[in-house]
């Protein structure tokens, strides 16, 4: 059973940085999207970040030149670096993966088979 183990939560002052990760563990899959999305009660998911085995990257307009995505294909993990961070940052962050099928835009969630349960980025004022 795949699983994604996502760490690296936390609260920042606005301004500061931090650095998620997500590992995949019994993921087959050698040619795969992996993705970063957040919410926050009462909104839909948004797509912050997807970067494909490659190396290919993209980023949500929200995010673009603070957010840096890299990974480690070997151990299946990513890593999301959040710079200069804003209250409006504030949210439960979700790591995706690709599943057999997947198809379409990196950071459309509807691409994507593979859940982990959230872990919460808190930037207060």
């Known amino acids: 059973q795949v699983q994604l183990q996502e760490s690296g939560g936390g609260s920042v002052q606005a301004g500061g940085s931090l650095r998620l990760s997500c590992a995949a563990s019994?993921?087959?899959?050698?040619?795969?999207?992996m993705a970063w999305f957040r919410q926050v009660p009462g909104k839909g998911r948004e797509g912050v970040a997807c970067?494909?085995?490659?190396?290919?990257?993209y980023y949500g307009d929200s995010v673009k030149g603070r957010f840096t995505i890299s990974q480690d294909t070997a151990n299946k993990t990513i890593y999301p670096e959040m710079n200069s961070l804003k209250p409006e940052d504030t949210s439960t962050y979700y790591c995706?993966?690709?599943?057999?099928?997947?198809?379409?835009?990196?950071?459309?969630?509807?691409?994507?088979?593979?859940w982990g349960q959230g872990t919460q980025v808190t930037s207060p004022h």
């Open positions: 970067i494909y085995t490659t190396g290919k990257s």
């Open positions: 019994n993921y087959r899959f050698s040619q795969y999207y």
């Open positions: 995706a993966a690709d599943g057999l099928g997947s198809a379409g835009w990196g950071l459309n969630e509807e691409r994507y088979h593979y």
